[in-house]
């Protein structure tokens, strides 16, 4: 499990990157979509990156099992998503200098978002942990073929992305868990 962990951090680490650089270089035949395509596949690719690398450390017990609730956690969440939300249109309004450090900085809250969000959950948590993070690596992937206009790309982004998504649902049914409890931190309660 640590291995498939650490291989969606390397799909979401390869959207990233991708995204970064068509993102970055001249902007002259980028369509809007494009650009919301490359911030949502950096988004997606470096949060996915960071809480796959704390979802094997766990599985391969590196880092403690347990859920790691933060003190104001959710208020944590909820400013890293604000803050994202707000580099992300700078991201899309800016051009030269500012877009590359609207994108750094983008890149680095994305980071902290996997991170925050993957140390509240763990035991026999992790499972469904590593099937949303297979989801949303496929989603990356799949925003990452938009940017780059790769209809192969979307079509198995989006594949992957829609199998993890009904693999997480179905491993939270079967383990008599609620997705919202897992994800915030009390499914094991």
């Known amino acids: 499990p640590a291995m498939v962990a650490f291989q969606h951090g390397a799909g979401g680490i390869a959207a ?21 395509s490359g911030v949502l596949g950096i988004v997606i690719g470096a949060a996915t990156f960071s809480g796959s690398m704390v979802a094997s450390a766990k599985l391969a017990s590196v880092m403690r099992q347990t859920p790691v609730i ?40 994305s980071i902290i978002l996997g991170v925050v969000f993957a140390l509240r959950i763990g035991g026999a948590d992790m499972p469904v942990l590593i099937s949303f993070l297979n989801a949303t690596a496929g989603l990356a992937a799949s925003f990452c073929g938009i940017i780059i206009q790769n209809r192969l790309l ?36």
């Open 16 to 36: 990233l990157l991708t995204s970064f650089v068509e993102l970055t270089r001249e902007r002259g035949d980028l369509l809007p979509v494009g650009q919301l």
């Open 70 to 109: 933060l003190p104001k956690h959710d208020w944590i969440l909820v400013a890293v998503l604000v803050g994202i939300g707000s580099l992300g249109v700078l991201a899309v309004l800016a051009a030269g200098s500012a877009l590359l450090y609207a994108t750094l900085a983008l890149i680095l809250l």
């Open 154 to 189: 979307i079509a198995c982004g989006a594949t992957v992305a829609a199998s993890g998504s009904i693999l997480t649902h179905v491993m939270c049914r079967a383990m008599n868990r609620n997705l919202l409890k897992v994800f915030g931190g009390g499914g094991g309660s």
